[in-house]
């Protein structure tokens, strides 16, 4: 079955920098589309970032444009997260989110556990 295993969260002060990283199994991670998305205490998710299949397209909301950078290692079979530049309004609970595309429009499926970040000095 498919497992999307998060980890890297933390406690960071602003301005401060986090890798989170998405381990995949139980699917041809290659050939999907990938997702970060997060969720503060009380509010609904929100989009963070998507990634292609290869890797070389990779778009990001622009609450974190230029802070966050989305990649992925095929033959590891993971999905990653560079946070630069921490905000505290970046705290919250991150997941990764395997993605089918129709259309041009995305659906998330198949979210991980989660992983806390918490960004507070």
């Known amino acids: 079955e498919v497992q999307l295993v998060d980890s890297g969260g933390g406690l960071v002060q602003p301005g401060g920098s986090l890798r989170l990283s998405c381990a995949a199994s139980?699917?041809?991670?290659?050939?999907?589309?990938m997702s970060w998305v997060r969720q503060a205490p009380g509010k609904g998710p929100e989009w963070v970032s998507t990634?292609?299949?290869?890797?070389?397209?990779?778009r990001h909301a622009d609450s974190v444009k230029g802070r966050f950078t989305i990649s992925r290692d095929n033959a590891k079979n993971t999905l990653y997260l560079q946070m630069n530049s921490l905000k505290p309004e970046d705290t919250a609970v991150y997941y990764c989110a395997k993605a089918y595309v129709i259309s041009g429009h995305y659906f998330l499926s198949d979210w991980g556990q989660g992983t806390q970040v918490a960004v507070s000095s």
């Open positions: 990634i292609n299949t290869g890797g070389d397209m990779p």
């Open positions: 139980g699917f041809t991670f290659s050939i999907y589309t």
